[in-house]
């Protein structure tokens, strides 16, 4: 059972479009992450949300967490080739278990063509 | 050092051989971590070290998978008897293990691929 589900698994499109990746969950978190990843790197953090409803703009990202944080989305603007990589949502401290461990979605791999 | 330090980075073994993962997580972080990652997948846990308490081994598959750190700092991930169904790439992250507003920041190492013929 995944605990926290991303969609969608793969995304492709072109240049200046844009695009919305989910992560849902049937478990309230304390906290949720989102990553990127390029290849033969580990996973990078992006942005780190703890309070339901909160919202967050990095640059052409905007990252919002859901009221009863359950889920999140990842809106990505104007999408451009290097946005291309394995994006993952993380969330932390899902019934009552420890904040320090981390359950990741499963990805979604991105592809942005010129 | 400034950043997680994994090695080897690449590893090919033979089915039934035993292999071993170093990690070197940032000076000063007193969390370390181990995540399995399958190809363009997202990451399993594995296993959770915090400061002196007890690791929290609750994402080891079997009884073939071991991991130590010493010392509260480098830490080494053991899979006995090595399967096909190992082979991944296995990551290593650190944390500072304070949780700022029920927030934790991990960072990564690059990872250790393992290809198990």
């Known amino acids: 059972t995944q605990l926290l589900e991303q969609s969608p698994q793969f995304l492709s499109i072109q240049e200046g479009e844009n695009l919305t990746v989910y992560c849902n969950s049937s478990s309230v978190f304390s906290s949720l992450q989102w990553y990127r990843q390029e290849p033969g790197e580990g996973p990078v953090l992006l942005v780190t949300v703890v309070t339901g409803g909160e919202v967050k703009k990095l640059k052409r990202l905007t990252f919002q967490f859901g009221d009863a944080r359950k889920d999140s989305s990842l809106h990505i603007t104007a999408a451009q080739p290097g946005d291309t990589g394995l994006y993952l949502c993380?969330?932390?401290?899902?019934?009552?278990?420890?904040?320090?461990?981390?359950?990741f979605g499963q990805g979604t791999i991105l592809t942005v063509h010129p | 050092g400034a950043g997680v330090s994994q090695s080897p980075s690449n590893k090919v073994t033979e089915k039934g051989k035993d292999v071993e993962l170093r990690c070197d997580p940032i000076?000063?972080?007193?969390?370390l971590y181990w995540y399995r990652q399958s190809l363009g997948q997202g990451l399993e846990f594995l296993i959770y070290?915090?400061?002196?308490?007890?690791?929290?081994k609750s994402g080891l598959p079997s009884d073939r998978f071991s991991a130590e750190r010493t010392g509260g700092s480098v830490s080494t991930l053991t899979i006995q008897r090595t399967q096909q169904e190992d082979s991944a790439v296995y990551l290593c992250?650190?944390?500072?293990?304070?949780?700022?507003?029920?927030?934790?920041?991990?960072?990564f190492g690059a990872g250790s691929r393992l290809t198990v013929l």
């Open positions: 000076s000063g972080h007193t969390a």
């Open positions: 992250a650190s944390s500072w293990g304070r949780f700022a507003s029920g927030a934790n920041v991990l960072t």
């Open positions: 070290f915090q400061g002196n308490s007890a690791p929290d």
């Open positions: 993380a969330g932390a401290g899902a019934g009552g278990t420890s904040y320090g461990k981390l359950t």
